[in-house]
T-cell receptor, first 114, second 109 residues
Framework: EADIYQTPRYLVIGTGKKITLECSQT?????MYWYQQDPGMELHLIHY???????EKGDLSSESTVSRIRTEHFPLTLESARPSHTSQYLC?????????????FGEGSRLTVL | GQSLEQPSEVTAVEGAIVQINCTYQ??????LSWYQQHDGGAPTFLSY????GLEETGRFSSFLSRSDSYGYLLLQELQMKDSASYFC??????????FGTGTRLTVIP
């Protein structure tokens, strides 16, 4: 079982609200990622981090921001949520020296913006 | 850029063998991996092929042919719990995993 946790699992909010999706891992992994996945669709990378104080944007443009102040914590923030942000957000981590592309995923945060 | 193609849906009978194919286009990559995702769940890593050939892990095997730009996931002795979506994934960089659109496998009694 992977030790990576996301909260909240489900969130319904109104347009314009600020939200933060939390992600924590206890495996000591340096690399962490945020993916966005619509139902039945592929995963798209929106942010990643090599380690503390490192953050990069992924392939899919996103209005969200991330921070990496501690190794184990990689929160994602939406300053002003819109209905187009409705999706599932998956956090993942990997060991820095992995050569298999193995990511450990959290259970996801399913966001609905009304 | 990259592209991955895999069938959107596959149905197979419990106890049978099923093969999920994946063809890709890319200018270069480190390897091809496979992930399983149950409805509402987290994707979980199944296998990785860096070199051509077959990798076996229990009931699951994965194959890669770089010359044919092709890979597949083979599931043997299918069980009902194998019903899930399966993604082939290109590793094109240290932090770059490109996911296919996924194949939804339904196992029927």
């Amino acid at each position: 079982e992977a030790d990576i946790y996301q909260t909240p699992r489900y969130l319904v909010i109104g347009t314009g609200k600020k939200i933060t999706l939390e992600c924590s891992q206890t495996m000591g992994h340096d690399k962490m990622y945020w993916y966005q996945q619509d139902p039945g669709m592929e995963l798209h990378l929106i942010h990643y981090s090599y380690g503390v104080n490192s953050t990069e944007k992924g392939d899919l443009s996103s209005e969200s921001t991330v921070s990496r102040i501690r190794t184990e914590h990689f929160p994602l923030t939406l300053e002003s949520a819109r209905p187009s942000h409705t999706s599932q957000y998956l956090c993942a981590s990997s060991a820095a020296r992995t050569n298999t592309g193995e990511l450990f995923f959290g259970e996801g945060s399913r966001l609905t913006v009304l | 850029g990259q592209s991955l193609e895999q069938p959107s849906e596959v149905t197979a009978v419990e106890g049978a063998i099923v093969q999920i194919n994946c063809t890709y286009q890319t200018s270069g990559f480190y390897g091809l991996s496979w992930y399983q995702q149950h409805d509402g769940g987290a994707p979980t890593f199944l296998s990785y092929n860096a070199l051509d050939g077959l990798e076996e892990t229990g009931r699951f095997s994965s194959f890669l042919s770089r010359s044919d730009s092709y890979g597949y996931l083979l599931l043997q002795e299918l069980q009902m719990k194998d019903s899930a979506s399966y993604f082939c994934v290109l590793q094109t960089g240290a932090n770059n995993l490109f996911f296919g659109t996924g194949t939804r496998l339904t196992v029927i009694p």
